[in-house]
């Protein structure tokens, strides 16, 4: 494993730095800055999460794992989008004010997301009110009854909770989640839609980045705020970290 070095640029300010902006748009720094981490969290746990690795049953546990922050990060970008362009007229205004100086990228991502949000069929939006943030009964009792009943299931216990896997479960969600009761057909749809978040995400963070930016530009200008350059050492490649599933002492919190 090779660490790195990288730098981070330190800007302290205070509250009354914000007086500089509108109230409405120090919160909206503020929040969307959290929307953002949050992003970008499910996004690191997705990749860390992708290992082929050579045991069977910890590459079933892992995939489902990745799939369950997909379903995060799908309901996230869908929540994020509402609070930016529906819930809140003081968000309207500002994303209204501020869109013609987004760059040429951003200004395509931007687009990109109003015309796949403006679709109903959207899998995000879906994901969100079906299987992330809201577990629907209905999705699943309709594979259920269509489902093949020679079709083999497993269930994986072990003598802690945190080491169990309901593969079973994550096989029922993904075939209700894609529409589909044929195993072989789930694969290629499975494909399509981990892209189609994948897209989505990145358009997004690309749009809310930018819109900090521009907010957080303003302040920077006319308060005249220094960054301060700090260095944090031993950073690890993204690509060599893993986030198992299957742990050791996973209760050691209870343990004297």
């Known amino acids: 494993m090779q660490n790195d070095e990288i730098n981070v640029y330190r800007f302290p300010f205070t509250r ?60 996230t970008i869908f929540e994020g989008w509402q609070l930016l362009t529906k ?10 004010k ?20 403006s679709d109903k069929n959207n899998s995000c939006e879906r994901i969100r009110n079906k299987f992330s943030h809201h577990h629907d009964y209905r999705e699943i009792v309709k594979i259920f009854n269509k489902w093949p009943k020679n079709d083999e299931l497993e269930i994986y216990l072990s003598e802690t909770h945190a080491n169990c896997r309901y593969a079973a479960s994550d096989i029922v969600t993904n075939l209700s989640m894609l529409g589909t009761i044929e195993l072989k057909d789930m694969q290629p749809k499975l494909d399509n839609l981990i892209k189609e978040i994948d897209e989505t995400a990145r358009a997004f963070i690309v749009v809310i980045s930018q819109y900090l930016s521009i907010i957080f530009q303003e302040i920077v200008e006319k308060k005249k705020l220094m960054g301060q350059e700090m260095k944090i050492n031993n950073v690890p490649s993204l690509r060599d970290l893993r986030l198992r599933y299957f742990v050791a002492n996973p209760e050691w919190r209870n343990k004297k």
Do not use: C
């Not at 819930?87 to 209204?96: D, K, L, P």
């Open 98 to 117: 501020y869109k013609n100086k987004l760059d040429t990228v951003a200004e395509t991502a931007f687009n990109k997301l109003q015309e796949y949000f």
């Open 16 to 75: 009354k730095d914000l007086d500089v902006i509108s109230k409405d748009e120090a919160v909206f720094l503020l929040q969307i800055g959290g929307l953002m981490h949050e992003v970008i969290s499910l996004q690191k746990y997705i990749y860390m999460s992708i290992h082929n690795v050579d045991n069977p049953i910890e590459r079933m546990a892992e995939n489902a794992q990745v799939m369950y922050f997909y379903r995060l990060l799908a309901g």
């Open 87 to 96: 819930r809140h007229n003081e968000y309207r205004i500002i994303i209204a």
